[in-house]
């Protein structure tokens, strides 16, 4: 199986242009493609893992990724998937989040070597004159044709700011400066980007001629990724500080029956035919299966010991088996207690398994709220520290969230 077909056979492709060639470039290791990442937070989350998975896949092959931060088009903000406008945000906190983006990538393309660039948009587009900019990519974009494109019909009706009409012309100048420079052939997208990719090869071929090169292709990473990336919590991000190894863990373990040979398929390195094998699992099998995903996932995004952890800590809660000495825990002291003791809602908020104290209540009312393996319906049910030091202590929300009381 070529690297091409494998990357069919793994779900991952959805449309391209010119099919041959791309699979020519790809499977002998001679595509030099791009795919950005705008910085709107301080870390990466698992929206972007699908591509992060992809260019580490199309590397170990002997293609050569370009991770391109969006230091520049973040001062825009794409309207892709938006009902409104984002917030504008600091030229300091751009540059802050993309020096966290960078660190994190590090841990999934080697940049050793010239194997790899990481560059930033900032760096071309900051410095750009407008009246240049008008003269020199303007009249090659119809705003007929822009207006029909997806990512900007869902914007009309609420407003689309002319801020955010401009980005596909900065998104389509990103791939014509990488192309100049760097000799980039290709860029990968997800299927909102569409548009704005095929608006980067238009503008090449406008400006150089047909005989200049450039490639497109569109991957399911936004629809798909996006999707894989919220939970009814928020984000689940790949920075440890922000989502610990263990509850990135959780994550995948938790994912839904029907998804998760999928995930493997796409997220993984696994052999398609070790995965192949898994599809007529059943019942208890399946939680194997989402074992398994949880912990190639957590050792790719952190390493083999944290995964090691947090699935030892996943078994002592679900399976009366392992170590729960990784489990996330939550400290509590003496000055926590109130007349020496500590009501279960101020836990529930304090350990962040809810959000108020409004919320806590209502948890515990419908039943949602165990201490250690006792569903707990009294919502004015309060421990002492004897209760709190007496071995594990483990608050449960619902089905999935845990959290280990330590009183220091």
Not at 1 to 20: H, K, N, P, S, W
Not at 28 to 55: E, Q, R
Not at 351 to 367: A, D, H, P, Y
Request: glycine share 8%; aromatic share 10%.
């Amino acid at each position: 199986m070529t690297l091409y077909e494998e990357l069919v056979a793994r779900g991952l492709i959805a449309q391209v242009t010119d099919e041959e060639e791309i699979k020519s470039l790809i499977n002998n290791g001679k595509a030099v493609f791009y795919i950005g990442f705008d910085p709107t937070a301080d870390s990466l989350h698992v929206g972007h893992f699908m591509a992060l998975c992809l260019m580490k896949r199309l590397q170990m092959a002997g293609n050569k990724p370009i991770a391109l931060i969006g230091g520049g088009t973040a001062m825009i903000g794409d309207p892709s998937g938006r009902t409104d406008m984002r917030q504008m945000m600091t030229t300091e906190t751009i540059r802050h989040n993309c020096e966290c983006f960078k660190k994190q990538m590090s841990n999934f393309i080697d940049f050793s070597d010239g194997k790899a660039l990481m560059v930033n948009n900032a760096d071309w587009l900051l410095d750009l004159n407008y009246v240049d900019v008008l003269r020199e990519a303007g009249p090659h974009f119809s705003v007929n044709r822009m207006l029909t494109a997806e990512c900007y019909k869902q914007r009309m009706e609420k407003g689309l700011s002319f801020l955010e009409f401009n980005y596909m012309i900065m998104q389509s100048y990103d791939f014509y400066t990488l192309f100049q420079q760097y000799g980039c052939n290709m860029q990968f997208g997800g299927d909102d980007q569409w548009s704005n990719m095929l608006g980067g090869t238009e503008l090449i071929r406008r400006k150089l001629g047909k005989d200049a090169y450039a490639m497109t292709i569109n991957l399911l990473l936004n629809s798909e990724g996006k999707k894989m990336g919220k939970t009814q919590s928020g984000a689940v991000w790949l920075d440890p500080a922000k989502t610990s190894p263990f509850d990135f863990y959780q994550y995948w373990r938790n994912v839904a029956d029907a998804d998760v040979l999928k995930c493997l398929r796409m997220l993984t390195f696994l052999p398609l035919e070790q995965i192949d094998e898994m599809d007529h699992w059943e019942g208890s099998q399946l939680n194997t299966a989402k074992e398994i995903l949880a912990y190639e996932l957590t050792m790719l995004v952190h390493n083999k010991e944290e995964a090691e952890k947090a699935r030892d800590s996943a078994r002592a809660l679900f399976s009366g088996g392992g170590d729960t000495a990784h489990m996330p825990f939550t400290e509590i002291t003496n000055e926590d207690l109130k007349d020496g003791s500590i009501d279960l809602i101020s836990l529930l908020v304090k350990s962040e398994l809810v959000k108020s104290r409004s919320e806590g209540r209502r948890t515990i009312e419908q039943g949602g709220v165990t201490v250690n393996g006792d569903k707990i319906n009294d919502i004015n049910a309060s421990f002492t520290e004897t209760d709190l030091s007496a071995g594990e202590f483990v608050i449960r929300k619902g089905k999935k969230k845990y959290m280990k009381i330590c009183f220091k």
